[in-house]
């Protein structure tokens, strides 16, 4: 199983863009990388996926390098309400179901 | 609204009781998953369900039991907890099983043994 790492906490202001990137070096051909949300309890809400290069939606893009070794969720213009903790995974079908969550980060968006 | 709806969201409960956890998803998923999430500790999985079998167990103590009746139910039945079995439960689903298969998360219950 691909193991990830990220900051344990960020710190932003309200407006600013937020990168928050996750390091997953034995990441394995067939995994993808999706990116949680949560708030305090609260379940993790999800956010986006992606296999290679960019993927974008309505409330995030990530990025991910040619060798898939890392990836960067991109919060554009924070707002309070964004101020959660930011969970990377990395898997596949082949796990029986194993997803395995690290640390996360703990996103604080000040006014 | 999330889809996956979890009940009750708050539980206490003394170290020699017996009680249950409910999950139902609504979202015509074939996966399931128990995770239980500690105080300022990352979610650990517990139990994984595939079409009603179960596909993973967790090294989780015997004092936890889940049980997959149909592929939109899932429970957790508990006796002989421990106190620092106290923790937020959450209930999961996807579509498949696989890491291209978004979890869908409820809301948890709160769980206190005393």
């Known amino acids: 199983l691909a193991k990830t790492t990220q900051p344990i906490s960020m710190d932003s202001y309200e407006g600013q863009e937020v990168n928050i990137t996750c390091s997953h070096n034995?990441?394995?051909?067939?995994?993808?990388i999706t990116w949680y949300q949560q708030f305090p309890s609260q379940g993790p809400r999800f956010i986006i996926q992606?296999?290679?290069t960019k993927v974008t939606n309505e409330v995030a893009s990530l990025f991910i390098p040619a060798d898939r070794k890392s990836s960067t969720l991109s919060l554009p213009r924070v707002s309070l309400s964004d101020t959660a903790v930011y969970y990377c995974?990395?898997?596949?079908?082949?796990?029986?179901?194993?997803?395995?969550f690290g640390q996360g980060t703990e996103l604080s968006v000040k006014p | 609204e999330t889809g996956v709806t979890q009940t009750p969201r708050h539980l206490v409960m003394g170290m020699t009781n017996k009680k249950s956890l409910k999950c139902e998803q609504h979202l015509g998923h074939n996966a399931m998953y128990w995770y239980k999430q500690s105080a300022k500790k990352p979610l650990e999985l517990m139990f994984v369900?595939?079409?009603?079998?179960?596909?993973e167990n967790n090294s989780v103590p015997s004092r936890f039991s889940p049980e997959c009746p149909n592929s939109s139910h899932l429970f957790l039945h508990l006796h002989t907890l421990q106190p620092e079995d106290s923790a937020l439960y959450l209930c999961?689903?996807?579509?498949?099983?696989?890491?291209?298969?978004?979890?869908?998360f409820g809301n948890g219950t709160r769980l206190t043994v005393t």
């Open positions: 995974l990395v898997g596949d079908g082949n796990q029986g179901g194993k997803l395995i």
């Open positions: 369900y595939s079409l009603e079998e179960r596909v």
């Open positions: 999961a689903s996807s579509q498949v099983i696989g890491g291209y298969s978004p979890l869908h």
């Open positions: 992606g296999y290679k």
């Open positions: 034995n990441i394995a051909t067939n995994d993808y």
